[in-house]
């Protein structure tokens, strides 16, 4: 079954700490992002990877932390050094750059 | 970044009605274009392609108006389901583009019975 799979769903964090969240797709997509929407906002770009062991910062990226050492994976790390990190977190996955995307479910992160 | 912009809303817009809403776009050299939906608290979902002067899928029309670079997108013989937010989205051609599609914000559109 083909598709975008984004864990956990929900994730609640104590400040101070660090969290990893997990996007995984067999779709065989070269570009993976990770972006964050807040409520009644629009997407932000936070990375982006083009292909495997390489990745660019987008628009947000201070405070985050990215990998590709998959084609597969695009794991994303919220650090302590992110300010206001709640937030709904969506990864997304396209052919190409100039290609449409497609999200995964997304991970609602929650600092306490 | 090259902008994408699109009116907020909400439209509230009784069951059955036509609605329409534009997307307008600042990068002349876009070529392709994407509509998108989502509904509240989901991800966004890719509702329409267009690649040339427009397309059509159902009750969705989308026209790409390259004069004066907005695309809109129409929906006829509207229905209670389609109550949701529009994003429009927008390849950057410019830089190489490969920081993927600017994201408009979106219009909120609620259909009423």
């Known amino acids: 079954d083909g598709g975008i799979t984004q864990s956990p769903k929900y994730l609640f964090r104590k400040e101070g700490q660090n969290v990893t969240l997990s996007c995984e797709q067999n779709?065989?997509?070269?570009?993976m992002y990770w972006y964050r929407q807040d409520p009644g906002q629009g997407l932000r770009l936070i990375y982006y990877s083009q292909i495997v062991n390489d990745f660019q910062k987008g628009d947000i990226a201070e405070g985050y932390s990215v990998s590709r050492e998959k084609k597969e994976s695009f794991p994303l790390t919220v650090t302590s050094a992110q300010k206001n990190p709640t937030a709904f977190y969506l990864c997304a996955t396209a052919f190409s750059s100039y290609n449409e995307q497609f999200f995964g479910p997304g991970t609602r992160l929650t600092v306490l | 970044r090259k902008e994408v912009e699109q009116d907020p809303g909400p439209f509230n817009v009784p069951e059955g009605a036509t609605v329409a809403f534009n997307c307008t776009y600042s990068?002349?050299?876009?070529?392709?274009f994407f509509w998108y939906r989502q509904d509240c608290r989901k991800e966004p979902k890719l509702l329409m392609s267009v690649y040339s002067s427009g397309n059509e899928d159902g009750r969705f029309t989308a026209q790409l108006n390259r004069a004066s670079q907005y695309i809109s997108l129409l929906i006829r013989d509207s229905k209670l389901s389609d109550s949701a937010t529009y994003l429009c989205a927008v390849p950057d051609p410019t830089g190489g583009g490969a920081d993927g599609l600017t994201f408009g914000k979106g219009t909120h559109l609620i259909i009423q019975p």
């Open positions: 990068n002349s050299a876009s070529q392709s």
């Open positions: 779709l065989n997509h070269d570009a």
